[in-house]
T-cell receptor, first 112, second 114 residues
Framework: ETGVTQSPTHLIKTRGQQVTLRCSSQ?????VSWYQQALGQGPQFIFQ???????GRGNFPPRFSGLQFPNYSSELNVNALELDDSALYLC???????????FGPGTRLTVT | DQQVKQNSPSLSVQEGRISILNCDYT??????FLWYKKYPAEGPTFLIS?????DKNEDGRFTVFLNKSAKHLSLHIVPSQPGDSAVYFC?????????????FGKGITLSVRP
């Protein structure tokens, strides 16, 4: 069984740029959620995808967007990067209608 | 507004003793709770969960207690081991179910001294 993987591991971007982060779900999982974890904070829910459609969104602006592909992998896109976007971005996969989410190791984004 | 609160940022215990990690919540719509453990440079790992219809759930050395009237839950680790040293997050789902938003606390850093 393959776990959740994310790429890249680390990324440095400049304010105003755009970034794409990638996630591969655990084998058999059909739902992907994205979280932002700022330093000293818990993960904050960004949005969830199921059957390639957004299925719930947290308190994040529209410049945070995502995609889910037919193989259940997913991308998180952030446009017009701001300094406050610097954080660890976590992807989690799960089976629809189950509570446990399984997290990847995260992508550390630094915006300068 | 922090709906899941882990008010103690850190806890240090001796190996072999009990670790008790506390979590409070303010949203009465929460009815399913999970604990995650996180090591540096890794993603959170699911540890144990509890539904609001129960007041206790046990899995090996880990037990979670839920006091719904007090909106309080706790994770007990007995006996504590040095490998338990990590950040522990409490998280909660609302009654709308597993496809809803999962809300996390800020985490507690547990250090188990050999």
């Amino acid at each position: 069984e393959t776990g959740v993987t994310q790429s890249p591991t680390h990324l440095i971007k400049t304010r105003g740029q755009q970034v794409t982060l990638r996630c591969s779900s655990q084998s058999g999982h059909n739902t992907v959620s994205w979280y932002q974890q700022a330093l000293g904070q818990g993960p904050q829910f960004i949005f969830q995808y199921y059957r390639e459609e957004e299925n719930g969104r947290g308190n994040f602006p529209p410049r945070f967007s995502g995609l889910q592909f037919p193989n259940y992998s997913s991308e998180l896109n952030v446009n017009a990067l701001e300094l406050d976007d610097s954080a660890l971005y976590l992807c989690a996969s799960s089976l629809r209608w189950t509570y446990e989410q399984y997290f990847g190791p995260g992508t550390r984004l630094t915006v300068t | 507004d922090q709906q899941v609160k882990q008010n103690s940022p850190s806890l240090s215990v001796q190996e072999g003793r009990i670790s008790i990690l506390n979590c409070d919540y303010t949203n009465s719509m929460f009815d399913y709770f999970l604990w995650y453990k996180k090591y540096p440079a890794e993603g959170p790992t699911f540890l144990i969960s509890i539904s609001s219809i129960k007041d206790k759930n046990e899995d090996g050395r880990f037990t979670v207690f839920l006091n719904k009237s007090a909106k309080h839950l706790s994770l007990h680790i007995v006996p504590s081991q040095p490998g338990d040293s990590a950040v522990y997050f409490c998280a909660a789902y609302p009654s709308t179910g597993a496809n809803s938003k999962l809300t996390f606390g800020k985490g507690i850093t547990l250090s188990v001294r050999p």
